[in-house]
């Protein structure tokens, strides 16, 4: 049997761009001689379409779409991702595939399995299918599964979310074939998970299994297609690229071999970071970006993805130095601009500063100065770049890190303006270790050698916003604040357990109350890619009126 795995990027909400772009895969793998095709979930809307799933509009033009699509069907039928209505009891929506010959849907099959968790809230609208069934298909016996469905294998998970196995109710019906269609987001190390547990699931269960994944970006969420398919000895024969399309021929009849994933920290960060900005801007309508430059390592970072992902001449860096600023810095910033090929502007914000001190000066008379003189820094550079998108219609994009985010150390209005959060889920160590990647990745990345300023990556970081300002000042070392936050928000390790591990209980007191103290400045944040395990964003809901303290 000959399978090709569509593996497309698709648009929520574009039901006619979505319907073309799974005709041409499919007409493509149709002069391949294929015997089926396999798009991914919910191909037809986009994934995840969230509360439009509420609109009865949108859950109905989709079923349309479906439908024109069917009648397009010629040659090898086709397996597609889309949303039914549910006609029984329950939630009155399905997470579903179609399966399409000859012009007509021959089989609707439910997801089963419904994860409600980190980022999915599938039980918010969907309901379960009650039953698998397997189909007659293209001469074989197969078994379709929809992503989820196949995350709950007892030999691969040491617990298990869900009572239903899917792929064990379908091994049990005799199939010949296990498929997936997945819209299955990508963070750090997740391809090889995937690729551990498919593999597991076909060599325990002697089952050929082919797995089409979605590719490419829809808000905060990445999805990096690596579609894969094994033999019934569990051996990979053909995998889809990572992060782009890909129209993946597998030929079970044959002895193809494939090679796994590649766990390569710094080069999967960076191309997902860069289809993550692609997409954003281009779903939304945009075509450029603003950034300020700084002349520090996290905006200098975000401009060689915005360069990676738009091209040069849809870049445009600003430094907006005051009193405070180095010459250092301006030149690191005008230096990282020439070597990107980017436009290069500064715009000197010590006039308006002074301006808006005058301005406060009688209602601040007899207090002493502090932040939030330092902050009118900030909001100023936040209102010029906010100016300028406006003018130029780019987006803004913002700079900030994961480590800054987790205690605070930004400012509303000011350097958190922006459309998108291009590395907020990076800690800073995790800044320069991307950083230093590609410096010395110029193929891989289609940048200069060296396109980072050696300055920006060895310097101590600062804001600059009062007299020989450090980070330090008011943080601990990078170095240590990453740990504790990694442990403390990606695997929920408790105060006591950072203690038992050797950190300082007053830094982790101190860092644990800048972390929780912060939810409010989060949730006014501009949505950020994730790539971790735990970002801060919509997989992370924690009340912000609320006095639980860990002890």
Known sequence: MKIALAQINTTIGDFHGNVARILDFHRRAASLRVDLVLAPEMSITGYPPRDLLMKPSFVADGLAALDSLAVQIKGPPLIVGFVDRNTGVGRSLRNSAAVIESGKIIHRIHKTLLPTYDVFDEDRYFEPAESTAAIQLAGKRVGVTICEDIWNDEDFWPSRLYRRDPVRELKSQGIELLLNISASPWHLRKEETRFRMLQTIARNDHIPLAYCNAVGGNDELIFDGNSFAFNASGEMIARGKSFEEDLVVVDFDENQKGTGPVADDGRNLFHALTLGLRDYVRKCGFKSVVLGLSGGIDSALTACIAVAALGKENVLGVAMPSKFSSEGSISDARSLAKNLGIQFEIIA???????????????????AEDTTEENLQSRIRGATLMALSNKFGSLLITTGNKSELATGYCTLYGDMCGGLAVISDLSKMQVYELSRWI???????????????????????????????????????????????????????SAGDLVKRGFDPKLVKDLIRKIDFNEYKRRQAAPGLKVTSK?????????????????
């Open 349 to 367: 914000i010590q006039p308006q500063v002074e301006s808006f001190r005058a301005a406060l000066a009688p209602l601040f008379a007899g207090r």
């Open 439 to 493: 410096n010395v990745h110029p193929k891989e990345t289609g940048l200069a050698d060296g396109v980072i300023p050696t300055d920006s990556i060895t310097k101590p970081p600062s804001a600059e916003l009062k007299p020989n300002q450090t980070d330090q000042d008011s943080l601990p070392p990078y170095e240590i604040l990453d740990q504790v936050l990694a442990a403390y928000v990606e695997k929920h390790e």
């Open 535 to 551: 970002a801060f964003g919509i997989g992370r809901r924690i009340p912000i009126a609320q006095q639980y303290r860990e002890s």
